[in-house]
Nanobody, 122 residues
């Protein structure tokens, strides 16, 4: 079993930055694909970014150039650096882990954190 805990959410003004962290425990996640998803009120959960166990990084079009996903395998932690935040980025952000390779489909992820709220004011 893998437990995931997200931290780093909060309230920020438009144009600001936040860094989300996802600390994993229970197993090393160096061989897992790690993803970030988000869900805004009244909307479906959507893919934001992922980093595969073999080092690839993948982003949703709406965050390209603004968000960066990274991982620290010795620390068993994944990060999401979010810059140039917009009000439409407001959502609960979830960290997720899956075995094998990259996918943007939330259904394919085996483990989920409880989420951290990000609110961007205009």
């Amino acid at each position: 079993q893998v437990q995931l805990v997200e931290t780093g959410g909060g309230l920020v003004q438009a144009g600001g930055s936040l860094r989300l962290s996802c600390a994993a425990s229970g197993r090393t996640v160096s061989t897992y694909t790690m993803g970030w998803f988000r869900q805004a009120p009244g909307k479906e959960r959507e893919f934001v970014a992922a980093t595969s166990w073999y080092g690839g990084t993948y982003y949703a079009d709406f965050v390209k150039g603004r968000f960066t996903i990274s991982r620290d395998n010795p620390a068993n932690t994944v990060y999401l650096q979010m810059n140039s935040l917009k009000p439409e980025d407001t959502a609960v952000y979830y960290c997720a882990a899956k075995t094998a390779g990259y996918s943007s489909d939330a259904v394919s992820y085996n483990y989920w954190g409880h989420g951290t709220q990000v609110t961007v004011s205009s």
